[in-house]
């Protein structure tokens, strides 16, 4: 990626941390990115039901909820399935 495609500003409050921009000429390849990963999730989930999905979706929130929880105690997941 080239300067054309980001733009760094520094923060002015954190000299080590830069804030990158994607610039208006960039906006071509996010589209493609994005566009290839509809494509991407829609062939993995081809054949499925909307409700295997939104069950899936349930169990993947649960699942990362979980993790969270056991990362961090006290959480709570609320697995709708």
């Not at 921009?21 to 566009?35: L, P, R, V, W, Y």
């Not at 509809?38 to 349930?58: A, I, R």
């Amino acid at each position: 990626m080239t300067n054309l495609h980001l733009k760094g500003t520094a923060d002015d409050t954190n000299q080590k941390k830069v804030c990158l921009i994607i610039t208006e000429q960039a906006q071509d390849m996010i589209s493609f990115g994005k566009n290839e990963q509809k494509k991407f999730v829609d062939d993995l989930f081809h054949g499925f039901t909307p409700k295997e999905k939104e069950v899936f979706q349930s169990m993947c929130n649960c699942i990362r909820e979980n993790a969270h929880t056991q990362r961090y105690p006290g959480g709570d997941c609320k697995c709708q399935m």
